[in-house]
């Protein structure tokens, strides 16, 4: 219960901070250049001034800005995140649409940088100053130092054109009409590329500061005494080092979650995912402000979740953490 009562206290002090992020975007794109009845316009070929006077009523971009903010956040309130006028329907249509995609990827991409981050660290960290320690961290150097879209544009060329092995891009095979585990099949091959190319920045990350992380927890007190009573290294290792060297990784997911819905939007741009990130993209260009703003309350809301299960994950794995509460 004082686990639970922790991680309510922090997701009912992330409320203020969503207001805050949709207010100070709503502002801030007030600042660009045209609006949504200007981008319809450009796409109908243009427009007399009384149709384009109608549209922006009828849209309410006629109102004062501070009333365009105030009745946007009572929608909100309402769980009503408006209309899209570039797709034709409701916000919450189109995001239902994309966000399948945008979370398979995060979770896969996610998982696969934790788990071989922890991984690689342990090796380098019990080979310290050794041979695998300098290659690991020689390619965790270079998977952080190079950009994405290159790691990604490289993949398309070596294993779906070159190799054949894997599909260039897109969500699934479209037409193919597979059903059950070959459809599930198909959609993990097309996500095989795209997770890679968004998890090797992440896993650079973890592995280092698993690395450091291992070193820090293996010169501590109690793990000398667990040596000095016979138990065996890799007993230590896993029963007294690792939970303790979690810690800071268990922290980092939650401070990345952000980061990797951001660099879903290069990635999903890169193979052509139908998912929220290059929803972002197309909505910006065209200047979509309600599909914009749903985005990043949809986004915002993930984060907060990941970060609620986090701080659970946190207080389970530091007894001290649930004590304090």
């Known amino acids: ?97 994309r966000l399948p995609a945008t979370l398979l990827l995060m979770v896969s991409a996610l998982s696969f940088a934790f788990a071989a981050g922890m991984a690689l660290g342990v090796v380098a960290a019990r080979r310290v100053n050794q041979w695998p320690d300098t290659l690991i961290s020689t390619l965790g150097l270079i998977f952080y130092a190079t950009p994405s879209f290159w790691f990604g544009l490289m ?30 099949i198909d959609i993990a091959l097309h996500l095989v590329l795209p997770t890679v190319t968004l998890a090797l920045i992440f896993l650079a990350i973890y592995l280092r500061i698993m690395r450091a992380s291992m070193l820090e927890v293996l010169t501590l007190d109690f793990v000398r005494t667990a040596r000095a009573k016979g138990l065996a290294e890799h007993g230590v290792v896993r029963r007294h080092v690792l939970r303790n060297a979690l810690l800071p990784m268990v922290t980092l997911i939650g401070l990345q979650a952000g980061t990797m819905l951001g660099g879903s939007v290069v990635v999903e741009s890169v193979f052509a ?33 990941i970060n609620f299960l986090v701080d659970i994950a946190y207080a389970r794995l530091d007894p001290r953490i649930g004590s304090q509460t």
């Not at 190799?163 to 597979?178: D, H, M, N, Q, V």
Request: proline share 5%; net charge neutral.
């Open 1 to 97: 219960m004082r686990i639970l009562g922790l991680a309510l206290r922090r997701l009912a002090a992330s409320v203020p901070t969503l207001l805050i992020i949709l207010a100070g975007l709503f502002l801030l794109l007030q600042l660009a250049p045209g609006d949504t009845v200007d981008a319809l316009v450009a796409q109908m070929g243009g427009g007399d001034p009384a149709m384009i006077g109608e549209l922006r009523r009828f849209y309410g971009l006629d109102a004062p800005v501070l009333a365009q903010l105030m009745n946007y956040l009572w929608r909100l309130v309402r769980l009503d995140l408006g209309y899209s006028a570039i797709y034709g329907k409701p916000v919450v249509a189109v995001i239902l649409e």
């Open 155 to 184: 993949g398309i060329v070596v294993f779906a054109v070159w190799l054949g092995w894997l599909p260039p891009g897109g969500f699934e095979t479209i037409g193919s009409g597979y059903t059950g585990i070959d459809r599930a």
């Open 273 to 305: 995912l139908p998912g929220l990130g290059r929803l972002a993209y197309e909505s910006v260009v065209q200047r979509d402000l309600n599909t914009l703003l749903g985005i990043v309350f949809v986004s915002a809301l993930l984060v907060i979740v």
